[in-house]
């Protein structure tokens, strides 16, 4: 009980930035992301494409050119909300104002207030994946999930410059030998073979592309049966069974500094396994230009950075 009570009074002095509730954060956070470049105007996750209204209100711009499949929450798909990547549960939960009336009665607390407005910890999301992440750590058990396998089509393709090299070479040791018509016979018929490997080529893949397909609605089915949602090409996982979220890999690097300052800055404990895991992600995912800049402009309206992303962004340009 005495540590629920300290608790408070240590987060109240955790940070030195200036405390925003989470509505006021909103607001700032919609006004940063209107101002930004059309390339880093989308969601977290799936990278969708956002629009502004011009006054801080985001909203998706066209699910279908980021491939996103609407789960079963059309309203939810149709607006972009403000994802705790670190969730507020994990903020709240240890806390007396919690256990008497969840996260609205904390709200009432300063040092969550602080917690929940923390715009480090924020970011634009489709609205579905939010609700169905909902507080679920996150982790990785399909390391298969990832775009589709272009190998075939790259080895197809240099069959078919082998080809055309190997006629291309007779046809002109037949002109320098002075065989001219011959040279223009084996031109001729060395354009319709090819022209016949390329339609077998294209028929054979489109044919893959179909059992691809179906792999990937019965391997949708599969998932969805065993409690595992999917979002078309957005590939993120969410097993509601199990409570665990897999994200893509363009937001691991950000999901795992979020993390990692929160569990700083507010003395959020993680275990063995999240530390490893969101440090190893910081690593291999570093900082983009956007994060960078990101990251200096919530500094002026908050008053502090995360450390974790200054570490990777110094020396770049602002």
């Keep these: 009980m005495k540590k629920l009570l300290i608790l408070p009074i240590l987060l109240m002095f955790a940070t030195c930035s200036h405390g925003y509730s989470y509505l006021e954060a909103k607001q700032i956070l919609g006004k940063i992301y209107s101002e930004a470049d059309s390339d880093n105007l989308t969601t977290l996750y799936c990278g969708c494409r956002m629009k502004s209204d011009g006054k801080g209100k985001l909203t998706p711009n066209d699910l279908k050119s980021c ?118 016979t084996v031109e001729m018929y060395g354009n319709k073979a090819i022209n016949f490997i390329e339609d077998i080529i294209k028929t054979r893949q489109n044919e893959n592309s179909q059992q691809e397909k179906t792999r990937q609605k019965e391997a949708s089915d599969d998932q969805e049966q065993n409690g595992i949602y999917t979002y078309g090409k957005c590939e993120i996982l969410i097993d509601s069974r199990n409570r665990l979220a897999q994200p893509p890999e363009r937001s691991r690097g950000t999901i795992a500094r979020a993390y990692l300052y929160m569990s700083e800055a507010y003395r959020i404990p993680l275990d063995k396994k999240e530390s490893k895991l969101f440090s190893e992600w910081s690593q291999v995912y570093p900082a983009d230009a956007w994060e960078c800049r990101r990251n200096k402009l919530i500094a002026v309206q908050q008053g502090n950075d995360n450390p974790y992303i200054t570490k990777q962004c110094r020396g770049r340009l602002p």
């Design 67 to 184: 491939g996103y499949k609407i789960r079963d929450d059309q309203e939810r798909a149709s607006r972009i909300e403000w994802e705790h990547v670190v969730p507020a549960y994990r903020l709240g939960g240890q806390m007396n104002c919690w256990h008497e009336g969840g996260r609205d009665t904390c709200r009432e607390n300063p040092a969550f207030s602080r917690m929940e407005g923390d715009m480090h910890n924020l970011f634009p999301v489709i609205g579905e994946i939010n609700k169905d992440r909902s507080n679920y750590s996150f982790t990785v058990w399909d390391s298969s999930a990832k775009s589709g396998d272009v190998k075939d089509e790259s080895e197809e393709s240099q069959i078919i410059k082998i080809i055309k090299l190997i006629f291309n070479f007779i046809v002109e040791l037949l002109r320098s030998m002075g065989n001219p018509e011959d040279a223009a």
